[in-house]
T-cell receptor, first 114, second 116 residues
Framework: AQSVTQLGSHVSVSEGALVLLRCNYS??????LFWYVQYPNQGLQLLLK??????LVKGINGFEAEFKKSETSFHLTKPSAHMSDAAEYFC????????????FGTGTRLQVTL | KAGVTQTPRYLIKTRGQQVTLSCSPI?????VSWYQQTPGQGLQFLFEYFSETQRNKGNFPGRFSGRQFSNSRSEMNVSTLELGDSALYLCASSLAGAEQVTDTQYFGPGTRLTVL
């Protein structure tokens, strides 16, 4: 069974600082991996996805993530945090061939301070 | 292009009642998936419909059911509501689902169900 683990339920950074949100996956087959963001009272918005094309994936709003098979990780980064990045972030995995059935991590709430 | 819409946005029911939630996918999308989001269990996959057929199913009791119509709109039904069914129910649509490696699920804003 596929699963993802997000380390840190809350992360606080200063505006302009590096954002690093951690995600480790468990999969017996090459996974598809996703990062979604959820703003208060809204649904989920896709930030980026990895489907084995390239290990460094660039997404929207300046976010990117690197797939590292040796570390079974897919950490999300952004060089400079903005106040508007404050939200909850979810890492998700799906089995190849079942991209519509996602297994989500528990989420990381990102706080951005002045 | 209009996004995924869900109705109603908020709902209050009492234990033992049943409820029906509706989801209209993005035009042209044929796959609709449903997820339950709670503080305790997080985001959990309920089921997926494609071309009016349930294609994938999560680990939820039979009280949770769904259907999809010929225009791809989907409904989910929860019978005999329990307090633990209080959650945000999210619907997501995609073009074709499983076969498309570049497919993306687009989520609606959700329906907030409160069971008293």
């Amino acid at each position: 069974a596929q699963s993802v683990t997000q380390l840190g339920s809350h992360v606080s950074v200063s505006e302009g600082a590096l954002v690093l949100l951690r995600c480790n996956y468990s999969s017996s087959v090459p996974p598809y991996l996703f990062w979604y963001v959820q703003y208060p009272n809204q649904g989920l918005q896709l930030l980026l996805k990895y489907t084995s094309a390239a290990t460094l994936v660039k997404g929207i709003n300046g976010f990117e993530a690197e797939f590292k098979k040796s570390e079974t990780s897919f950490h999300l980064t952004k060089p400079s945090a903005h106040m508007s990045d404050a939200a909850e972030y979810f890492c998700a995995v799906s089995e190849p061939g079942t991209a519509s059935k996602l297994t989500f991590g528990t989420g990381t709430r990102l706080q951005v301070t002045l | 292009k209009a996004g995924v819409t869900q109705t109603p946005r908020y709902l209050i029911k009492t234990r033992g009642q049943q409820v029906t939630l509706s989801c209209s996918p993005i035009s042209g999308h044929r796959s609709v998936s449903w997820y339950q989001q709670t503080p305790g269990q997080g985001l959990q996959f309920l089921f997926e419909y494609f071309s009016e057929t349930q294609r994938n199913k999560g680990n939820f009791p039979g009280r949770f059911s769904g259907r999809q119509f010929s225009n791809s709109r989907s409904e989910m039904n929860v019978s005999t509501l329990e307090l633990g069914d209080s959650a945000l129910y999210l619907c997501a649509s995609s073009l074709a689902g499983a076969e498309q490696v570049t497919d993306t699920q687009y989520f609606g804003p959700g329906t907030r169900l409160t069971v008293l």
